[in-house]
């Protein structure tokens, strides 16, 4: 069993800038939609120097593709070392190669993730609760609301001209029906990532101490093996002393 500490923290802090980027976007959307609904003449001179700053960040921003192949890199990395630890200690529905493969797969894959992280979750946790060393449950809800994020960011991506349930929400807070459907998109896009890195973290936080607790054990077992052997030796001596 090896520790998955520094690939975790390598695909925590990639999130995370990926993270930062997707805000930028977020509140430069959120000025000019209320400039151009208000016509402030402040908020408009402020949308002039967001889009020269952004101008620049949009050469920047093609960092943004490199930033997701990292971080895809890093995750797979961790996903096969964190299946691969799990394995040593109880049975998975996924091998550490099949759960890389599953996930490369085409739009497909980021959707079997739920899944494939979801079977981790529920292995490693009923671990812990078997051995008495969980304190603490992973925050499932979460996870299930990332999933269902994801799906909704999907059916509004597919298919923004039609809107549903939520043409009578848009209408209600007076918005035009496009903007709300942008507004919507800019969000999920912000808080679908938030999302995963807090079921992430919260996993990786169980992950670590099954690390300890297992490495603990490891250290125990050598050190009474050693102390075993050294009895027998000590035993055999006084024999051969005896004799």
């Known amino acids: 069993m090896q520790d998955n500490t520094k690939r975790a923290n390598r695909v925590l802090f990639w999130m995370k800038a990926i993270i930062v980027i997707f805000v930028v976007f977020w509140l430069q959307f959120i000025v000019v939609a209320v400039g151009a609904y208000t016509l402030s003449e402040s908020l408009l001179f402020f949308m002039g120097v967001l889009f020269m700053v952004l101008s620049f960040c949009i050469g920047v921003g093609i960092c943004v593709f ?78 299930n609301a ?37 507004f919507l998109e800019e969000t999920l896009v912000v808080v679908i990532p938030i999302l995963y890195i807090m079921s992430f973290s919260a996993y990786v936080k169980q ?6 607790i297992h490495t603990e054990e490891l250290f125990n077992k050598r050190v009474e093996e050693a102390i075993r052997e050294r009895d027998i030796e000590r035993a055999a001596d006084q024999l051969r002393a005896k004799q």
């Not at 630890?85 to 759960?99: C, E, I, Q, V, Y």
């Open 146 to 182: 990332w999933f269902i994020a994801s799906l909704l960011l999907l059916f509004v991506f597919v298919d923004p001209n039609q809107l549903g349930f939520l043409t009578f929400f848009s209408t209600t807070v007076q918005v035009d029906g496009n903007q709300f459907i942008e």
């Open 207 to 212: 992950e670590r101490e099954t690390f300890r």
């Open 66 to 143: 490199i930033l997701l192949a990292i971080f895809c890199i890093s995750y797979l990395l961790w996903l096969h070392r964190a299946i691969s630890n799990l394995r040593l200690l109880t049975t998975t529905s996924f091998s550490p190669m099949g759960a890389v493969l599953l996930t490369c797969i085409p739009f497909f894959g980021y959707f079997l993730n739920y899944f494939i992280f979801s079977d981790m979750v529920n292995r490693q946790e009923r671990y812990m609760e078997q051995h008495g060393i969980l304190k603490k449950r992973f925050p499932k809800r979460i996870l």
